[in-house]
């Protein structure tokens, strides 16, 4: 079982925009993985909901709520667009749910999640997918190719890193002892280390290498 987190920035190019290669990511799902859980990330729309309610008084966990259920309709837009046949009829969004999926696995090839831990970004429920579904290999799309050694929107001289260990992600990071609703990393910290300690690797491409390379030849980071 391939397990993958797709970015919410790739599903959004504007908040008047589906990406257009969206349908393009889903076909080549379809026709080369056999079986993939894909747990969908929130991006602009989450945001932008989050963002006006913080400035309108909302407490930190009325935003995470928020996260949550904004980002459960980009999954199921995502699921709706995958072939119905092969694919777990029901979005899933809480544990219940996933450990109902998880029986059905030889009855279908494709499985659509939100997210549903409080506090934490989708990239931690994919973490927990990777468990739950005894991978420990987990495949991140997003609209960058790689982990920097800082954060190059804001330093132009920030360097590649192709490789690193868990441990290094998180200082470069700083290692945030909260996820702040919204804020974007190429890892949310808590996923990375819930990967540190089961031992998962996770590698991070962009919606265009994986879309015009093989699997085998992507280009991105690896952290382990």
């Known amino acids: 079982m391939t397990i993958i987190k797709l970015g919410g920035s790739v599903i959004q190019e504007s908040l008047d925009q589906i990406n257009p290669l969206l349908i393009n990511f889903v076909r080549k799902i379809e026709n080369e993985f056999e079986k993939a859980v894909i747990t969908v ?10 963002k006006y309610a913080a400035e309108h008084g909302a407490t930190i966990r009325d935003q995470h709520h928020i996260g949550i ?8 837009l ?54 739950y579904f005894n991978s420990k290999e987990v495949l991140r799309i997003t609209n960058v190719d790689y982990v920097y050694d800082s954060d190059p929107k804001t330093n132009p001289n920030a360097n590649i890193i192709t490789e690193l260990t868990w441990e ?17 990393y190429p890892v949310d910290p808590f ?19 994986f879309l015009e390379n093989s699997i085998s030849d992507l280009k991105g980071s690896t952290i382990k």
């Open 41 to 50: 990330g929130g991006g602009l729309i989450s945001r932008l909901f989050q």
């Open 78 to 131: 995502v699921k709706s667009i995958y072939d119905q046949k092969r694919t777990y009829p029901i979005l899933i969004d809480n544990k219940r749910k996933l450990m109902h999926a998880i029986k059905l696995t030889k009855k279908y090839d494709f499985f659509i999640t939100g997210a549903w831990n409080l506090g934490k970004s989708s990239d931690f429920d994919t973490i927990k997918n990777a468990i």
């Open 191 to 209: 996923a990375a280390k819930l990967a540190q300690k089961h031992k998962i690797a996770m590698k991070l491409t962009s919606l265009k290498s």
């Open 168 to 184: 290094e992600y998180l200082n470069i990071i700083g290692n945030p002892k909260e996820h702040e609703p919204g804020k974007s």
């Open 69 to 76: 259920r904004s980002l459960l309709l980009q999954a199921e």
